[in-house]
């Protein structure tokens, strides 16, 4: 069995499950919104990014270290 714990919503715009713990700019990337697109789930998403920069591997004290600030807020 398997567990999913990212929080997700459901995007009206591209009709998609979205991941809710990435910034909403990596979201508008990854879904190809168009720029000044209205995203409605904009107050849902973290402002801090878990992800490092251009696909670089994430250091192993990294997630945790995202986890404490995230626990912070």
């Given at each position: 069995?398997?567990?999913?714990?990212?929080?997700?919503?459901?995007?009206?715009v591209v009709r998609e499950m979205v991941l809710l713990d990435e910034t909403q700019a990596e979201c508008?990337?990854?879904?190809?919104?168009?720029?000044?697109?209205?995203?409605?789930?904009?107050?849902?998403?973290?402002?801090?990014?878990?992800?490092?920069?251009?696909?670089?591997?994430?250091?192993?004290?990294?997630?945790?270290?995202?986890?404490?600030?995230?626990?912070?807020?």
């Open positions: 069995m398997s567990f999913f714990d990212s929080p997700i919503g459901r995007c009206p508008a990337r990854e879904h190809e919104c168009p720029p000044g697109q209205v995203c409605p789930l904009e107050d849902c998403f973290t402002r801090v990014s878990g992800r490092a920069p251009d696909g670089a591997e994430i250091p192993a004290a990294a997630p945790a270290a995202h986890e404490a600030r995230k626990a912070a807020l």
